[in-house]
């Protein structure tokens, strides 16, 4: 049986910093940078990547649509 690893990929300067997707992930793999983007909000990153599984709960609660979720094979 395959393995997947899970990457995110968000566009920082559209997030808005809501917060949403962090509270849905179900293994914390986002935070809210210490940065800010242009518009001056705390976008979402990936606190921990080793730790995605790729389900795709923090795209599909995006009010903005400002995450993608990519999947990779682990061998």
Known sequence: MA???GAIVVDT???KGCGVC???CPTEV???ANAVNA???NYAEMANPEACIGCANCAVVCPDGVITVYKTKVA
């Open 3 to 5: 393995k997947f690893r």
């Open 13 to 15: 300067e559209a997030c």
């Open 22 to 24: 962090v509270s849905e």
């Open 30 to 32: 986002i935070s809210l």
């Open 39 to 41: 518009k001056g909000y």
